[in-house]
């Protein structure tokens, strides 16, 4: 493609409608950064809208005023062009001008595609302090060897997810009243099974069951592990990265024991840490680690493996039950880091932790709870000197209290009751 050809307002001064989407959330957050000097870099999964937010900016930016001639985006995903030939010809096709001596806006779309990018781009802000610069990548860029060091108080570092179940709602045209969940129960119920199975992939809404699974697979799974990755990384087995992800999808919250890995794969383990890493790196796994106070114990500790979203795990493993389906929903919604296991074998599912207060969060989903459900919760509430526990169940909404100490059980449907006690 020319570079024209990715700048249609040069022509008509405006962004087609089909580019910009509906408007996300983040949105809002973004527009506050738009005259701040630094770049802005928007990371996270492929197909999650980070290219569609980058055209709704350029669409504030003409509604504003802006020049279409000063605006303009480039994607590496599919083309192979070096940067500083690419704003050379920008400046002569388009700008007119050298890009120093006036307000531009540049967008650079998978910018971990450009060949020692941070550099580059380095140097592109460094020497054009008018410059407004706008990167895209799919994957931890951020942890990139060097990136950060590079680039250290160049740049404001955004995470764009897929839609969270309150914007999946919104997007399906949902009407619920957040305050009155037991009347909307069936329609909280239907909807959230639907949100498991689309991950909140913007472009998976409302695809069938067998067209999903295909998108999620093919678009998404297969395209990073034997493009993506392998690109940046240059692997010699791309089918090894398949083979973990379905190991893990088809066990969520596996113990993660590269020994044992090993021995199945006839894989060394060094390897497979290393493949682990890239998975990790593409945000396609979710690792956690075993709780303590101190971080470095936590690191030597067992830790447990996830797909990094529900819609992975049920598009490789359809067959998974509901309770391990809801066990990575949270730990993923949650961000969560930490779990727990004890010598004792006594286990908890999630540890929050949020601004220094900590709550520990077990999923059971099953028909009937009781004490003995919440044992383990009491023991790690005494132990730590902490007031609170949630327990996130099927039906059951309860509470439990011992000592002082309360443990509250909340059906999982309950999205807002539980997303409050968790802030």
């Given at each position: 493609?020319?570079?024209q050809?990715?700048?249609?307002?040069?022509?008509?001064?405006?962004?087609?409608?089909?580019?910009?989407?509906?408007?996300?959330?983040?949105?809002?957050?973004?527009?506050?950064?738009?005259?701040?000097?630094?770049?802005?870099?928007?990371?996270?999964?492929?197909?999650?809208?980070?290219?569609?937010?980058?055209?709704?900016?350029?669409?504030?930016?003409?509604?504003?005023?802006v020049?279409?001639?000063?605006?303009?985006?480039f994607?590496?995903?599919?083309?192979?062009?070096?940067?500083?030939?690419?704003?050379?010809?920008?400046?002569?096709?388009?700008?007119?001008?050298?890009?120093?001596?006036?307000?531009?806006?540049?967008?650079?779309?998978?910018?971990?595609?450009?060949?020692?990018?941070?550099?580059?781009?380095?140097?592109?802000?460094?020497?054009?302090?008018?410059?407004?610069?706008?990167?895209?990548?799919?994957?931890?860029?951020?942890?990139?060897?060097?990136?950060?060091?590079?680039?250290?108080?160049?740049?404001?570092?955004f995470?764009?997810?897929?839609?969270?179940?309150?914007?999946?709602?919104?997007?399906?045209?949902?009407?619920i009243?957040?305050?009155?969940?037991?009347?909307?129960?069936?329609?909280?119920?239907?909807?959230?099974?639907?949100f498991?199975?689309?991950?909140?992939?913007?472009?998976?809404?409302?695809?069938?069951?067998?067209?999903?699974?295909?998108?999620?697979?093919?678009?998404?799974?297969?395209?990073v592990?034997?493009?993506?990755i392998?690109?940046?990384f240059?692997?010699?087995?791309?089918?090894?990265?398949?083979?973990?992800?379905?190991?893990?999808?088809?066990?969520?919250?596996?113990?993660?024991?590269?020994?044992?890995?090993?021995?199945?794969?006839?894989?060394?383990?060094?390897?497979?840490?290393?493949?682990i890493?890239?998975?990790?790196?593409?945000?396609f796994?979710?690792?956690?680690?075993?709780?303590?106070?101190?971080?470095?114990?936590?690191?030597?500790?067992?830790?447990?493996?996830?797909?990094?979203?529900?819609?992975?795990?049920?598009?490789?493993?359809?067959?998974?039950?509901?309770?391990?389906?809801?066990?990575?929903?949270?730990?993923?919604?949650?961000?969560?880091?930490?779990?727990?296991?004890?010598?004792?074998?006594?286990?908890?599912?999630?540890?929050?932790?949020?601004?220094?207060?900590?709550?520990?969060?077990?999923?059971?989903?099953?028909?009937?709870?009781?004490?003995?459900?919440?044992?383990?919760?009491?023991?790690?509430?005494?132990?730590?000197?902490?007031?609170?526990?949630?327990?996130?169940?099927?039906?059951?909404?309860?509470?439990?209290?011992?000592?002082?100490?309360?443990?509250?059980?909340?059906?999982?449907?309950?999205?807002?009751?539980?997303?409050?006690?968790?802030?």
């Amino acid at each position: 493609m020319e570079l024209q050809d990715f700048n249609p307002w040069w022509k008509s001064g405006k962004v087609s409608p089909e580019f910009t989407g509906r408007k996300r959330k983040i949105f809002g957050e973004l527009l506050k950064y738009m005259d701040k000097r630094q770049i802005v870099l928007l990371t996270g999964l492929r197909r999650v809208g980070k290219t569609t937010l980058m055209y709704r900016i350029i669409d504030e930016l003409l509604r504003k005023g802006v020049s279409p001639y000063s605006v303009m985006y480039f994607s590496f995903d599919e083309s192979r062009y070096d940067l500083e030939g690419l704003i050379k010809q920008y400046e002569t096709d388009a700008l007119r001008e050298d890009i120093s001596k006036k307000k531009v806006y540049i967008f650079l779309d998978e910018i971990q595609k450009l060949d020692g990018w941070p550099s580059k781009i380095k140097l592109l802000y460094d020497t054009n302090p008018k410059l407004k610069i706008f990167l895209t990548g799919s994957a931890q860029i951020t942890m990139w060897q060097g990136t950060r060091e590079s680039l250290a108080g160049r740049f404001f570092d955004f995470m764009i997810k897929p839609l969270d179940f309150e914007e999946y709602l919104d997007f399906k045209g949902a009407v619920i009243d957040s305050r009155r969940e037991k009347i909307f129960e069936k329609e909280l119920k239907r909807h959230l099974a639907a949100f498991l199975k689309t991950g909140g992939f913007i472009e998976a809404l409302d695809m069938d069951e067998p067209m999903l699974r295909k998108y999620i697979k093919e678009s998404l799974l297969e395209r990073v592990a034997f493009v993506d990755i392998p690109q940046t990384f240059k692997l010699d087995l791309p089918e090894l990265l398949v083979k973990l992800l379905t190991i893990t999808a088809s066990n969520p919250g596996f113990y993660l024991d590269y020994k044992n890995l090993s021995n199945d794969l006839k894989v060394d383990h060094r390897t497979i840490a290393n493949y682990i890493s890239y998975l990790e790196y593409a945000l396609f796994l979710h690792k956690l680690y075993n709780y303590s106070r101190n971080f470095l114990t936590s690191e030597k500790k067992v830790k447990r493996l996830y797909p990094s979203n529900t819609a992975f795990t049920l598009a490789m493993n359809p067959e998974v039950g509901l309770p391990a389906v809801l066990e990575q929903f949270f730990v993923n919604c949650l961000d969560a880091k930490f779990f727990l296991k004890t010598p004792q074998k006594e286990e908890i599912d999630i540890i929050h932790v949020h601004n220094k207060t900590v709550l520990p969060v077990e999923v059971k989903i099953r028909a009937k709870i009781g004490m003995d459900d919440v044992k383990t919760l009491f023991k790690f509430l005494d132990k730590n000197n902490l007031r609170k526990a949630l327990l996130i169940t099927l039906d059951t909404e309860t509470k439990f209290e011992k000592e002082g100490l309360l443990v509250e059980a909340v059906p999982y449907w309950k999205y807002w009751s539980i997303r409050d006690r968790l802030i």
